[in-house]
RNA sequence: GCCCGAGUGGUGAAAUUGGUAGACACAGCGGACUUAAAAUCCGCCGCUUUCGUGAAUAGCGGGCGUACCGGUUCGAUUCCGGUCUCGGGCACCA
């Protein structure tokens, strides 16, 4: 007998526990139970950083709901989890707390493994992963080192955001408004040698599976927005390099870059209406104006000031310096000032742009500044140029021809291109080229908390890697960071206990560790092979690719393009058989919540959560600032992703105590589409609680109908209308519900439960034909069962279905019965001149002169179509029918 | 600034992707049950009170309505052009 109330802690924790007893979610390669193979479905493994927030519990929510119904659909599924354990926030933790971050982090893993226990996921736990463990990080290490042997790891400079107060780097998070976050100290770019990988070498690669439907490996199973974003990142352009010669030497008297500055460009059509260059305060040209007139050294120091970000230079005040040298126009022989400017940046291309004021925005700006030439050399017809204003049709490559432009005028831009390419190479001087927007990915870390890069330092043998039968290189778990350097490089017996691999001397530890990009770029395979002595071995050519991969839309970009990329390198090495990682990918909308804020003294942000805040409103309702319980006046930032840093996330914690898990799910479905984003708000959680109880209830009140079994015949002609009716609005709503799952649209899903049961309740039970009713409420059992697996597989036993046909997990799931949704008649709307008038009734197999003669007659159309005679009827079938008079 | 999205009742949203706008819910209002409350159940619920007809801010009918302006179409939340606002990313947050 069900119990008349439903105790969703009783439940929920026998569920959970049998679950546990019964190794339910293990799952093992080729599985024979699983005719259909294997399904992996994977969600983004999260950073610990200490409770679960609302977007984890909807990510994983998608994840479980979609891992329950293609389980019942015969497909072998993984589900696994792990920990994104390295990385900057458990260093500021540790600062804080006065304790090692492997303790915070390692704590924190324990409470929301089992937040995510007590939310009933069908996680295989037996394959769970944590990046800073060194059986992970070591092969970090060790394909680091195969990088470096096939020349696709490298070292070079790199520009840091350096704090001088705290000597240390920066992360660009921790730069606010070109201020270090601690100290308040003006921040200084600064060039140090790091490693780098040549995600370049395969930008081609990367760049054809989501740009061209046509590669073989095109991944049309992604959102179109995350391919054009991508897409857009990789940034493939054609273009021209070329140099502008000059007679600069420098101390010794040799030319300085052997008397030709290069730049590239996609204008090369604008290349006659060059008026200066400018180059980055790097630049040797900047660098030998210093030389040649001290007084300009500190002003170029001045243009290296502020931060290395792209969004950061392209808001930022664009400033120059004249630095007195001039290069020679490659065509025209001109003499150009060289500039320094501080928007040109020296890790892009050769350090150096062309200026064509009249034909480039950022140009024309910067040329009005400093009063330097502006000549026209593209002309649209009927438009009139004017020096006076920018105007959008100036840099527009697709409109106009040239002018002034010798040879060239009357050309379009690619005929002027070609023409002008042509001319440089005759020079020697240029050439076509592709370039990429993409840049290579600077590995190297100068912080604590990550993979040690696998090198040492010999005075004698410079950087030498570390030998594969030395790794890993543990990371020592004893350090707390205090702000100050990289506390490695204070770890003696870290930094200094290493030898040379070449000569045996003692020799220093390379202290910067890995990007945790890089522990997140392959996790997903390691979750194929747990305990491996290999990085992946044959049961991930059984997984991988992965079927269905979750995730944030914010990771549409570097973590996925990374990914990408590391599974081009592995396939490089042999280690994998295909090219693509994520067949397909679902990107879920963020779980966004209020910021406030308040300003400290060091012209930092400190951040309070949004339940301790009270808002301000305006006038118009909108919220203008916030207020504490105590009266202090906070900032308001708007609404973002939850987080730690903005201290906005909301734990789930307290619904799940006071609901449950399987209403916390429900409602975390049914509040929105996954896809979309969503501003977080429990208002209206009670409702999918009053739902689960109303499913409770309608069991215990049918009990004795329900348990009379589902098995029993389906043949249509033996059921009564009551019974016919019932399953014919329950197996409609059946197939929308599946179709629903197909395309991951479980708002709907839940929606369409709700449906069910709402048909059930406005059914008389006992005049339904057996065993119509319990067929339907198994229907019902079955499509709620992904979301609430608990209250379902309970009700599913306590009824008798699991001793007739097993238990819900591994029945089939429910199909739609089309014989049940057939109907004699149909009805359509009716519409007059594309209004909705009315609707007609005609029999489910009228054709179409039947339907229009139909809506001829149909009283509505004499009345509004004044009695003119209909001039045309569009019939759509099965739905309307618009008459136009 | 650049790239990518989103904007629909008081609220979350739906509309099988060009075919009845507001399904399913939340909140609210009215009612039933109850000594009362909770719970439960039933009904109403976009705007138009100076659009018509009504005594009526009841019904019925009409008109309007999917951020804003314009276009294509028999028909537009859906397609096209432009604008505004909000969110994500911008390479060292993860």
Redesign the pocket.
Known sequence: MIESTYNHKAVEAAAQSHWAATNAYTVIENDPRFPKGKYYACSML??PSGKLHMGHVRNYTINDMMYRQLRMRGYNVLQPMGW?A????AENAAMKNKVPPAKWTYENIAYMKQQMQSMGLAIDWSREMAACSPDYYKWNQWLFLKMLEKGIAYRKT?I??WDPVDQT???????IDGRGWRTGALVEKRE?P?YYLK?TDYAQELLDPVANPDSPDFLKGWP???R??Q???I?KSEGVRFAFPHDITDASGALVQNGKMYVFTTRADTIMGVTFVAVAPEHALALRAGELNPELTPQIEALKAGG????????KEKEGLATGLFVTHTLTGESLPVWVGNYVLISYGDGAVMGVPAHDERDFAFAKKYDLGIKQVVAVEGKQFSTDAWADWYGDKQVGTCVNSGNCDGLRYKDAVDQVATALIVLHLGEKKTTW???????????YW?TPIPIVHCDEHGAQPVPYDQLPVVLPTDCIPDGSGNPLIKHEGFHKGATCPVCGKAARRETDTM???V??SWYFMRYTSPGSDRMVDARNDYWMPMDQYIG????????LLYARFWTKVMHTLDLVKFKEPFTKLLCQ??V?NHIYYSRNDKDGKDYFPPDQVAPVLDAQGHITGGRLADGTELHY?????M???ERNGVDPQDMIEKYGADTSRLYMM????P?????W?D??V???W??L??VW?YANKHDAVLRAGIAGPRDESKFNDAAKNLRREIHTTL??IN??FE?I?Y??V??GC??V??AL??ADANAITPPALSECFSILLRVLYPSCPHITETLWRELGYAAQIGELLNVAWAEVDEKALVSDTV?L?L?V?????G?IVVASNADKTAIEAAAAAAPDVAK?GEGRTPK?I?V?PG??V?V?V
């Open positions: 999260p950073y994104d390295f990385g900057l926030p790199q840091v955001n780097v920066l992360a660009n998070e921790q730069v140090i790091g995600i179109d927005r995350v054009a974003m897409e857009n990142w940034g290395t970000t792209e969004a950061e230079l392209a808001v927007r993409l840049r290579d990915w600077g590995i190297s870390r100068q912080r990550g990007d945790t990009f522990d997140s944030g839309i914010e990771h549409a970009i570097l973590h909308g963020m966004l930032g708007g609404v973002g992703k987080g730690k840093s049914f509040t929105a589409p896809e979309a984003s969503l501003e708000n208002a209206a009670e409702g999918s009053k739902f109880r109303r209830s197939k929308q179709f629903d395309r649209q708002n709907t839940v929606s709700m449906k049961l709402n309740e406005g009805e709307v519409q001149n594309g209004k909705t008038r609707s509004f045309k569009i759509v739905r309307l618009n136009v």
